[in-house]
T-cell receptor, first 113, second 114 residues
């Protein structure tokens, strides 16, 4: 549960789709999450997926989970400048402290007008 | 309900001084967590309370760190004899019961040790 990896930077043009990727190593994940952090702010839960699901869609957000490859992705459709932030992938583990989350280093998304 | 509140927002202190941060969780949330986030990193778990009981502490929490939640409501995190390596954002989160989804973070306290 301590190896959650993300690419560090992503730049896209406004209106394009963004895809942020994450890999994890612990197969005992229960839930996987995407959090958003704007400058100087705390973490905002964007979406989550239970480990027995493959896909979840929530308005402009689509989460894909490939359990075989331990790969999670977040797709943001029609990306806007207000989506510029750091996005963290996180997991909670079966048998771990209840509610404890393991985070990646975050992906800095920059959206150009 | 104004969410999870943390004070102060920013703290600058000289090396060797003691500092204390406060977290006020959402009032009905019985579970409270502290995380530390250093520059360029994701948050790392420090400690967890269920009501007033401190149930787990990370190995990151050296003996200079102590956390309390005396009445199961607000929590404090104290760092004694601060070091430059303690400079970080300290995040508090709370949630109600066993739901995986009711996890709310505060805006954090940014500590700078000079």
């Amino acid at each position: 549960g301590e190896d959650v990896e993300q690419s560090l930077f992503l730049s896209v043009r406004e209106g394009d789709s963004s895809v942020i990727n994450c890999t994890y190593t612990d197969s005992s994940s229960t839930y996987l999450y995407w959090y958003k952090q704007e400058p100087g702010a705390g973490l905002q839960l964007l979406t989550y997926i239970f480990s027995n699901m493959d896909m979840k869609q929530d308005q402009r957000l689509t989460v894909l989970l490939n359990k075989k490859d331990k790969h999670l992705s977040l797709r943001i459709a029609d990306t806007q400048t207000g989506d510029s932030a750091i996005y963290f992938c996180a997991e909670s583990l079966r048998g771990s402290t209840l509610g404890r989350l393991y985070f990646g280093r975050g992906t800095q998304l920059t959206v150009w007008p | 309900d104004t969410g999870v509140s943390q004070n102060p927002r920013h703290k600058i202190t000289k090396r060797g001084q003691n500092v204390t941060f406060r977290c006020d969780p959402i009032s009905e949330h019985n579970r409270l967590y502290w995380y530390r986030q250093t520059l360029g990193q994701g948050p790392e778990f420090l400690t967890y309370f269920q009501n007033e009981a401190q149930l787990e502490k990370s190995r990151l929490l050296s003996d200079r760190f102590s956390a309390e939640r005396p009445k199961g409501s607000f929590s404090t995190l104290e760092i004694q004899r601060t070091e430059q390596g303690d400079s970080a954002m300290y995040l508090c989160a709370s949630r109600l019961g066993d739901t995986e989804l009711g996890y709310t973070f505060g805006s954090g306290t940014r500590l700078t040790v000079v």
